[in-house]
């Protein structure tokens, strides 16, 4: 029974960098955890007692689980309706302020849609020793390569994120600024405000996964953007339930129905604190885990 006891305290303990690490390889929460569950079933049923290294056995096992799934993932994806966008969760709320900081970064939609442009065991590595500080020799372990191909991965992995300039931190108080600004463009129609605040090739892409009504291609340029939020969310959104939340380690909103969550809206920054990108999903099945908390992230 104590043994069986230390071995569930084993993975419990695993278990937040696992979903963390599982979320920004995926995109997706409820892939994070069916990849997770799936690691917890095979730890289950392993030889527990011939396990040296817990935490690095479950990190591989999670990691070459995750890179199958998103190899089905992407195949998915080709017939997916109109933009795909990661499923937004909430920061986790347990981290202390330093921790969460170094982590939030790594949760911003612009990187996870960078990521998405590496190649499985690129993205695995670079996520692996880059952002949960996985030393080269256990990365290469873990994803059965020689340790110079993971140096290589990583590296280039590290190159194409740093031209994207996708993870980096806006300020707090800037960000709260454009979201009333954009809180004030929807509720009354004036967009003289967020004009300011927006960058001159900003962006807007939304993800409906062809169940709901939403834009199916992305909007480009700082007039057409102004014109679809002072029009037409103006008109959609003004009398939605207006919730300010931590989504994907930055300030967004998520906006309510009756009780029900349609749409999670975050954003993206250049480097001088300018929108880039307004990111705004309406998918149900992604907004249906808002409620929940987005502990290990």
């Known amino acids: 029974m104590a043994a069986q006891r230390d071995d569930a305290s084993a993975f419990e303990a695993a278990r937040p960098m696992l979903l963390g690490l599982a979320y920004r390889i995926l995109g997706s929460r409820a892939e994070a955890e069916d990849a997770v569950q799936d690691t917890y079933l095979k730890w289950q049923s392993a030889d527990r007692s011939a396990i040296e290294n817990p935490a690095s056995w479950l990190t591989t096992l999670c990691t070459r689980r995750c890179i199958d799934l998103l190899r089905s993932a992407r195949s998915a994806r080709v017939d997916y309706v109109g933009a795909w966008l990661p499923e937004p969760i909430h920061a986790p709320a347990e981290l202390d302020p330093g921790e ?25 590595a670079y996520l692996l020793h880059e952002v949960f500080d996985v030393s080269y020799p256990e990365v290469a372990a873990a994803l059965g390569i020689q340790e110079s191909a993971c140096r290589k991965l990583v590296s280039r992995a590290r190159a194409n994120i740093a031209q994207s300039k996708a993870r980096h931190a806006t300020p707090l108080d800037r960000q709260e600024r454009l979201l009333a600004a954009f809180q004030t463009a929807i509720a009354s129609g004036g967009t003289d405000h967020l004009a300011a605040l927006l960058s001159d090739d900003v962006e807007v892409c939304a993800d409906g996964g062809g169940k709901v009504p939403t834009l199916l291609h992305v909007l480009r340029g700082k007039a057409e953007v102004l014109r679809f939020i002072g029009r037409a969310l103006h008109e959609y959104w003004s009398d939605y339930q207006w919730d300010e939340e931590d989504i994907n380690g930055g300030r967004g909103v998520v906006l309510r129905k009756d009780g029900s969550a349609t749409a999670c809206v975050s954003f993206a920054y250049d ?27």
Do not use: M, W
């Not at 900081?101 to 849609?113: D, E, I, K, R």
């Not at 249906?288 to 987005?294: E, K, N, P, Y």
């Open 100 to 124: 969460r900081l170094s982590l939030s970064s790594s949760l911003q939609t612009a990187f996870l849609l960078v990521l998405e442009r590496l190649a499985p065991k690129e993205r695995a």
């Open 271 to 297: 480097d001088h604190g300018a929108a880039t990108n307004i990111y705004i999903v309406r998918n149900p099945d992604k907004l249906s885990r808002l409620a929940r908390d987005g502990a290990g992230a």
